[in-house]
């Protein structure tokens, strides 16, 4: 189980402005979540507090009933997708998927069932050799997703994972990303500044505009308001 539950969140970068303002979020498990909003309304910060990566100035989180700080964020069993995807330059696409495993001491063989796995899923096993230079857009995208993947997270946290992919590609990659939250059991926080992403994956949309969530409710209740 997944559930996350924000309350009263806050995040000062500096004294004087807020990053992200008061914001409560209770997402259940299995959902699909779209945070939507303008450059710079806080989604990202958003997006990192939950992962861990950024200290919370004001507020508290729950993961399954569970208050979290940050200092316990390494062992949250999260995964997040970057925007530019990050990969491991100096490392071929299986090192790139195997390298957060081998961190957590997993045995070799396991590794390599795990990545066999989710290349599968992916279609990229052709791919398990190449280095990240040597990758397409779409290809690096998958892998990015791989990387996360076979880390088997309850929580699936992606920062416009599709913003650098040509309309194309873009679109197919939407579907796969939500045949993916269909088959894995984790709860999916996605990003993005495109509302048509938002509408077409979301069971929930946040609306967030200069660090304040607007509303949060179905893409129907947002969208087809009268
Ligand atoms: P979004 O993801 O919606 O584009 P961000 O969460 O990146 O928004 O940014 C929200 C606000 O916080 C912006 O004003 C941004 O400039 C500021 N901000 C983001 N990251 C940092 C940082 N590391 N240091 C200082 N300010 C930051
Ligand atoms: P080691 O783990 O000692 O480096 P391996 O024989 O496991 O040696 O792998 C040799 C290289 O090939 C390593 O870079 C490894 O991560 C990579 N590798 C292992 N298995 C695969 C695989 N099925 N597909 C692609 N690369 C692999």
């Known amino acids: 189980m997944s559930s996350i539950i924000l309350k009263n969140i806050s995040k000062q970068y500096y004294h004087d402005s807020y990053a992200v303002r008061d914001l409560s979020l209770e997402i259940k498990h299995k959902e699909f979540i779209v945070l939507v909003g303008p450059s710079g309304c806080g989604k990202s910060t958003t997006l990192r507090m939950i992962a861990g990566l950024e200290e919370i100035t004001e507020g508290s989180m729950y993961i399954d009933e569970r208050e979290v700080n940050s200092v316990e964020a390494k062992d949250r069993n999260i995964a997040i997708v970057f925007q530019d995807y990050a990969l491991y330059p100096h490392m071929n696409v299986y090192n790139n998927m195997a390298f957060g495993l081998k961190m957590k001491k997993i045995k070799r063989n396991e590794i390599k069932d795990k990545i066999e796995k989710t290349t ?107």
């Open 120 to 226: 599968e899923i992916l279609d990229i096993k052709n791919l398990l050799y190449r280095y990240p230079s040597q990758l397409s857009g779409g290809e690096k995208q998958r892998v990015a997703l791989g990387r996360a993947m076979v880390k088997e997270p309850k929580v699936f946290l992606l920062d416009e994972p599709l913003s650098n992919l040509d309309a194309g590609l873009k679109a197919r990659m939407r579907l796969e990303i939500m045949e993916l939250h269909k088959k894995l059991d984790a709860t999916f926080i996605y990003v993005t500044h495109d509302q048509t992403e938002a509408m077409t994956m979301a069971d929930r949309i946040a609306v967030m505009k200069d660090g304040l969530v607007m509303q949060f409710d179905t893409p129907s209740n947002i969208y087809n308001k009268p």
